[in-house]
Nanobody, 119 residues
C-alpha cells in the first residue's frame, strides 16, 4: 500500500517562510509527477506546483517567484518552500504523486496539512 505523508504545515506570518515535506512509502517502482495542490474553504482544489521525474517544475501563476518545489528521488520526497506567503495562500495543502507499482500507475494523495498565513 502506497502512502504519502505530509509534514511542515502550520501558522506563518505574511512575508515569512515555511517548508512543506511529503514522503512516499510502500512498494514503489518509480514516481512520475510529484507535487502539491491546495484547497481553501469554499473553493475547489487547485494546483500549486508539481515537478516531473526529470526535475522540471510547473507552478500556478499565483505562486511563481515565491514558492519553490523540489524533490529528492532517492528519498521519494517532495518539498515546497514557501517564501513571502500571503493571506490568500491559506489553505489545506495536499501532496500528490503519480506512482508506478508492480500492478498499476495511479495517483495518490496525502491527508493534507493546514497552512495559515496570518499576522
Amino acid at each position: 500500500q502506497v502512502q504519502l505523508v505530509e509534514s511542515g504545515g502550520g501558522l506563518v506570518q505574511p512575508g515569512g517562510s515555511l517548508r512543506l515535506s511529503c514522503a512516499a512509502s510502500g512498494i514503489i517502482l518509480s514516481i512520475n509527477r510529484m507535487g502539491w495542490y491546495r484547497q481553501a474553504p469554499g473553493k475547489p482544489r487547485e494546483l500549486v506546483a508539481v515537478v516531473s521525474s526529470g526535475g522540471i517544475p510547473n507552478y500556478a501563476d499565483s505562486v511563481k517567484g515565491r514558492f519553490t518545489v523540489s524533490r529528492d528521488s532517492a528519498k521519494k520526497t517532495v518539498y515546497l518552500q514557501m517564501n513571502s506567503p500571503k493571506p490568500e495562500d491559506t489553505a489545506v495543502y495536499y501532496c500528490y504523486a503519480v506512482v508506478v507499482t508492480k500492478v498499476e500507475v495511479r495517483e495518490y494523495w496525502g491527508q493534507g496539512t493546514q497552512v495559515t498565513v496570518s499576522s
